[in-house]
Every structure is written in C-alpha cells, then in structure tokens.
Nanobody, 123 residues
C-alpha cells in the first residue's frame, strides 16, 4: 500500500513559480512510476508530467513543456513538480499519483492518488 501526500500549492501571480511536493510512503515507493495530474473547475482531469522510478525518464504535457519540471529524490521518497512562468490557465487542483506497473499519461493506469493541492494563478 502506498500513501501520497501533496503540499506546496497556493495563490500566486502570473509569471511566478511554485514547487509542489509529493511525499510517498510504503514499501518500494521509490521504484514506482509517479505522475502529476490536474483538474480545473468544470474540466476533466488532465495529465501534467510523469517520472519513472528506474531511469528517471520524464514526459510532459505540451501545455507545460519548458515551464514545469518533474523530479524525484528517492532518498526522501519525494517527487517534486517545479512550476515556473505560471499562467492563469494553470489554476487547478494538482494530484500526485503512483503506479507500480505503468508509465502512462492516462489517469486510470494509476493505483494510488493523493488528496490534491490547490494552485491558483491570478492574472
């Protein structure tokens, strides 16, 4: 069983930066594929970024490529999402999720989800 706890959300202005953290617990979390998804009010959940647990390979949604960076510190069993040049359209609840088996952009591939952290970007 894996538990995920997100933190680091908040209210910022356009152009600012935030770093989200996802603290994972449970055996072998450091080997899990971990991803960030987000959901804005009235919209469907969408993929943001993913990082593997083995070779740390990453993949990003086109909307965040070049602005967001996903990374992990396995010693601390934490995955980060560094968000730079934030835009109002980045406003959403951001969720951390993990899978022991799949490296995917599809939310239904993931087994474990955090409670989410709110990011609000004002214009």
């Amino acid at each position: 069983q894996v538990q995920l706890v997100e933190s680091g959300g908040g209210l910022v202005q356009a152009g600012d930066s935030l770093r989200l953290s996802c603290a994972g617990s449970g055996r072998s979390f450091s080997t899990y594929v971990t991803a960030w998804f987000r959901q804005a009010p009235g919209k469907e959940r969408e993929f943001v970024a993913v990082i593997s647990g083995s070779d740390y390979s990453t993949l990003y949604a086109d909307s965040v490529k070049g602005r967001f960076t996903i990374s992990r510190d396995n010693a601390k069993t934490t995955v980060y999402l560094q968000m730079n040049s934030l835009k109002p359209e980045d406003t959403a609840v951001y969720y951390c999720t993990a899978s022991s088996a799949y490296y995917s952009v599809r939310g239904n591939s993931y087994d474990y989800w955090g409670q989410g952290t709110q990011v609000t970007v004002s214009s």
